[in-house]
């Protein structure tokens, strides 16, 4: 007599069950997912960046045959300090040469968040948009370098420091320019520009020992030192985390 042969289901109810578990668990893993895609997104368009901006500082420099950003023509095109979301005609167009820009224009950090959320207050930028989507908007553009004497100069490098003039104060990146989250920390950062043409992020050890010739380990402008100006807590400004991105081997850990 032949075997029957038996042939197993699901019951509707199991299917749903299996659903319902599937569900709940791509509720709770999806989000990190995202959340951890974004970042890796944000930090390569953060990389690009510093890559297309200091590419062109250093193009200009090459063609001047100078060693100082404050000696190059691009410099010659104004005469006193500016930045804030102030026009200078002359000095786009030169720029122009090294960067593709299709505006500049007046952005107000106002309408960027900090890590923490809150509001930057009234903080007028000049910005230019590149045709890549970034944005680079400039603080204080110095006529003459921001300098550390010669004695505290060395003192800084004696520290590890690498930096005893700058050309830019505060240069602002947005990664991914129109684009939202417009959030310290996230897809916007903050640099100095170095008279060699050096992005120099704010809060770096560099950026430190120009601010003060005190050891790292107890420099109050170093990023780890300080939770205000530091990255990564919910009460913490954003501002420098450019600097612990690139000191972590290029990476959102926060």
């Given at each position: 007599?032949?075997?029957?042969?038996?042939?197993?289901?699901?019951?509707?109810?199991?299917?749903?069950?299996?659903?319902?578990?599937?569900?709940?668990?791509?509720?709770?893993?999806?989000?990190?997912?995202?959340?951890?895609?974004?970042?890796i997104?944000?930090?390569?368009?953060?990389?690009?960046?510093?890559?297309?901006?200091?590419?062109?500082?250093?193009?200009?420099?090459?063609?001047?045959?100078?060693?100082?950003?404050?000696?190059?023509?691009?410099?010659?095109?104004?005469?006193?300090?500016?930045?804030?979301?102030?026009?200078?005609?002359?000095?786009?167009?030169?720029?122009?040469?090294?960067?593709k820009?299709?505006?500049?224009?007046?952005?107000?950090?106002?309408?960027?968040?900090?890590?923490?959320?809150?509001?930057?207050?009234?903080?007028p930028?000049?910005?230019?948009?590149l045709?890549?989507?970034?944005?680079?908007?400039?603080?204080?553009?110095?006529?003459?370098?921001?300098?550390?004497?010669?004695?505290?100069?060395?003192?800084?490098?004696?520290?590890?420091?690498?930096?005893?003039?700058?050309?830019?104060?505060?240069?602002?990146?947005?990664?991914?320019?129109?684009?939202?989250?417009?959030?310290?920390?996230?897809?916007?950062?903050?640099?100095?520009?170095?008279?060699?043409?050096?992005?120099i992020?704010?809060?770096?050890?560099?950026?430190?020992?120009f601010?003060?010739?005190?050891?790292?380990?107890?420099?109050?402008?170093?990023?780890?030192?300080?939770?205000?100006?530091?990255?990564?807590?919910?009460?913490?400004?954003?501002?420098?985390?450019?600097?612990?991105?690139?000191?972590?081997?290029?990476?959102?850990d926060?």
């Amino acid at each position: 007599m032949p075997k029957t042969q038996c042939k197993v289901a699901f019951t509707l109810a199991e299917v749903l069950i299996t659903l319902g578990i599937i569900g709940i668990v791509a509720a709770i893993t999806l989000p990190a997912l995202i959340s951890n895609y974004q970042k890796i997104v944000y930090v390569n368009q953060l990389k690009k960046s510093v890559s297309v901006i200091e590419k062109g500082f250093k193009l200009i420099l090459a063609d001047d045959g100078v060693d100082r950003l404050t000696d190059t023509g691009l410099w010659s095109t104004f005469s006193s300090d500016w930045g804030r979301g102030e026009q200078n005609d002359e000095f786009t167009s030169y720029l122009g040469r090294y960067f593709k820009i299709i505006e500049s224009n007046l952005i107000d950090l106002e309408d960027y968040k900090q890590f923490n959320g809150n509001s930057n207050g009234y903080n007028p930028r000049t910005n230019f948009v590149l045709e890549d989507g970034i944005y680079f908007m400039f603080g204080d553009i110095y006529k003459n370098p921001s300098s550390l004497s010669d004695e505290n100069c060395k003192k800084a490098k004696e520290l590890g420091g690498n930096v005893c003039e700058v050309a830019i104060s505060s240069l602002y990146i947005d990664v991914n320019g129109s684009k939202r989250p417009d959030q310290f920390g996230r897809d916007t950062f903050q640099f100095m520009l170095s008279n060699d043409g050096r992005l120099i992020p704010a809060g770096s050890k560099d950026a430190a020992l120009f601010e003060e010739q005190v050891d790292i380990s107890s420099n109050s402008k170093y990023w780890r030192n300080n939770t205000v100006r530091g990255c990564g807590d919910a009460n913490s400004w954003g501002y420098v985390c450019a600097a612990r991105i690139i000191e972590n081997g290029w990476k959102m850990d926060y």
